[in-house]
Structure formats: C-alpha cells, structure tokens
C-alpha cells in the first residue's frame, strides 16, 4: 500500500520560497506531485504539516491541501484496488496526474449543449447558451477548468455580475450559478473531479444558492373587464395582441409558447386539448363563451387541422429551431404591443404575454381550491401551487392591516 504525505521541498525558487508538494511512497521508494503553491520556509509547520498561522493566507493553503490530499488518496485507492496492482512508483504517480488532471469547464459545457442539440432540446439551449457566454466574459474565467472554480471564484463571478456595467438582476446571477452546479454535478458523477473540491453547499465557506423571490403582479378581474372592453378597432395589431393575451387568460394563463403554437387540431368540440411545452404534461380545457368568440374570429383563415391559429408562426417551417425563433419574435412583438394597450387602458402595471398568467392567479386568489388550481397549472407537486398563489392571497394581511389601524 502506498502512502502520502504533505511536506516542503528543501529547493527553494527564484524568489527564495518553498514548493509545497505530497510525497507518495511505495516498497521504500519515494516520488513527489507538487501543488503549485510556494511559501517561506519560516511559515511551514513541519510536525504538524500545515502552513502556519503566521501566513496572511493559511487557511485557504490548508483547506486547499486538505482536499488534494483527499483527492490523491482516492486515486490511490482506485488504482490498488484494479485487477493489475501497480507497484513501480512513477507508474503510480502517472496513473494519479492523469486521474487528477485538470477539465476544462467550457469543453464539458460544449459538450452539455450538444447533447441537448441531440435530444431536441431547444429552449433549454436558447436559455443556456447565453449563461455560458456570460461565464465567458468574466476576465478571471478565460481558461476556466472544474478545479479552478472554487467558493473564492465564484464570489469574485457573482461581483463581477453585480458591478454596474453589468446591470444583471439577482435571478439571472442564480441563474448563471445553477448552471455551473448542475454541469459540476455531472462531471463529478462522471468521475472527473473529486466530490470533495465541490464549491456549493451549506456549510462554512461554501456557497449556498438562494433563489430570489420574485414579485407576481397580475390583473385584477376589472382591469381585464377594461381590456375585454377596450375599442381598439383602429389598429388590428393591438386588436390581435388582446386576443391573443385573453386566449392566455381564458386558459388558465396558458403561456405565449403555448399559446402561440396552438393548432385547430388541438380544439375538439367544447374543449382545448394540448401539450403543455415546459413538462410536457397533457391538459384539456373547457371553451369558454368568451374565447369561443376569438377562435371564431380566426377560424375563417383556417384551410386544414394543422393550421395554427393565430398568425405568427403562419410561415414557420417542421424545424423545432424555427418555431422557437418565431415563438420568441412573435413574443416579443405582443409584449411591444401590449404596453401600448396597457397606456391606452390606462394600466400602469407593466403589461406582458406572461402577465395573463399572473392575472388569472391574481384574481383566482384563495376562492378556488388548490388542488383545483394545481390541476388547472398542471403542477406536478402542490407545494409549487401553493407556493406561486401565495403571491396573489392578500386577504389575511389586508384584514390584519384593518384590524391594527382600525378602519
């Protein structure tokens, strides 16, 4: 059996300081693997091992010893426990650099996304991509392999994403560091990098990921009657975003993807049934009076089953990338529209495609049932549902409020 053991060099470099290195000895013989990182000899604790507390920066030389020693005594024990034991020591010491050499992040990553090319995935590429190259720009990130991302890495990542010239909100920072943890995750059950150099975590000096809460602000059931009202046979463009945003509201905020890429195939009698794009869970809807009368509005320009309904994907080819292009340009445009609408209506919430769903929560409040509503979001476990109407149940603290001012 091999044994290891941190020590210091007694050959200093240029500047008079000492390599820190791990000493593998094996049948009597001796070899060293050097960590990178040089100190005056005055600040190495040679009984205990361990930089002193004399050095500005210990603690970090020690923790970052620590797990490479973790790191190569997990090598060692794979490599004795193979059918063929090795016993030369250079041998060993070479089975260990190539187990422990360094990935790079961005050729993992590229690989990430090619696997999702494969499998269709294209909104989850159209929302990564962006992360990566965002990962990219950071000046400390430029050769960035899964051993150089540490706590102390990804703090100076998260500065740099909140300094001003970056005016980048807090959940696209929790964005960013989702992915890096996810693709970690999978090189580290791939075996590519020691479990114990993982930066994310609970304990200290770790970094923990807090997903921000965002502020829901929908309709109220009379805005959307304002809106449901509004003349707005002037312009046939807003007259088509309304439609548009009420189909979503009608369904249950069904989203713009959805929404969009509805086909005639997808109404059967009384009743909408379709797929839902983010989890792909299945959903039938009553046809409402209301939206019965905007299909009606657009079933003259049906020629087949397969026709979508509204206009925006009209041109649109098979191709999934094509469809998501025109999905996310189609979006945009309402969106562009809607706040016209919303000046006209005299709204001043900030009107958008992905409001209709915040609306119908809104409004739906506490006077339907959860379990109702989870059938209705098509959430697969009631903790979301409660979660996302929490944002929209006002009546407790409203009452509070009352009772303490006495009005």
């Not at 507390?53 to 797990?67: C, D, E, Q």
């Not at 426990?81 to 993992?108: A, G, L, V, W």
């Not at 990553?109 to 992360?131: D, G, T, V």
């Not at 945009?332 to 929560?361: C, D, E, P, W, Y």
Request: with cysteine; net charge positive.
């Amino acid at each position: 059996m091999a044994t290891i053991q941190v020590t210091l060099r007694k050959k200093k470099n240029k500047a008079g300081l000492y390599p820190i290195c791990i000493r593998i000895t094996k049948n009597r013989k001796c070899t060293f693997m050097y960590l990178g990182q040089y100190i005056d000899k005055q600040n190495w604790d040679a009984e205990k091992y361990r930089v002193k507390k004399t050095h500005p920066n210990y603690k970090r030389l020690n923790n970052f010893i620590l797990a490479k020693l973790a790191e190569i005594n997990k090598s060692l024990l794979d490599i004795e426990s193979d059918n063929s034991p090795i016993t030369q020591i250079e041998e060993i010491k070479s089975k260990i650099q190539n187990r422990n050499k360094n990935h790079s992040f961005y050729e993992f990553a590229e690989s990430h996304l090619q696997e999702l090319e494969r499998n269709k995935k294209y909104s989850r590429i159209n929302a990564e991509r962006p992360l990566l190259n965002r990962i990219k720009r950071y000046p400390k990130a430029k050769n960035l392999t899964f051993e150089a991302i540490t706590p102390q890495f990804l703090r100076g990542f998260i500065s740099y994403l909140r300094s001003s010239k970056n005016n980048i909100g807090e959940r696209t920072i929790v964005n960013n560091l989702i992915f890096i943890r996810t693709l970690y995750n999978r090189a580290t059950h791939q075996n590519l990098i020691s479990k114990d150099l993982y930066p994310f975590g609970n304990s200290e000096g770790k970094i923990k990921i807090r997903i921000p809460k965002s502020i829901k602000i929908g309709l109220t059931a009379e805005e959307i009657t304002i809106m449901e009202n509004l003349d707005l046979s002037d312009d046939p463009k807003q007259h088509h975003t309304r439609n548009v945003f009420l189909f979503s509201f009608y369904l249950a905020g069904m989203r713009v993807a959805d929404a969009l890429t509805m086909k005639w195939a997808n109404v059967q009698g009384e009743r909408i049934y379709y797929t839902m794009s983010k989890n792909h869970k299945n959903l039938s809807l009553k046809i409402h009076n209301k939206l019965q009368k905007i299909l009606d509005e657009y079933r003259p320009n049906k020629t087949s089953e397969k026709d979508y309904i509204f206009p925006e994907l009209k041109n649109a080819t098979t191709d999934p990338k094509d469809i998501l292009r025109l999905t996310k340009t189609g979006n945009k445009r309402l969106n562009r529209n809607l706040r016209q609408i919303a000046h006209r209506a005299n709204i001043t919430k900030k009107l958008s495609m992905h409001v209709a769903r915040h609306s119908f929560g809104n409004i739906s409040g506490d006077r339907i049932p959860l379990q109702v509503l989870q059938k209705l979001y098509n959430h697969s476990d009631i903790k979301t549902t409660i979660e996302y109407q929490q944002n929209f149940i006002n009546k407790d603290l409203d009452e509070a409020l009352d009772l303490v001012i006495g009005l």
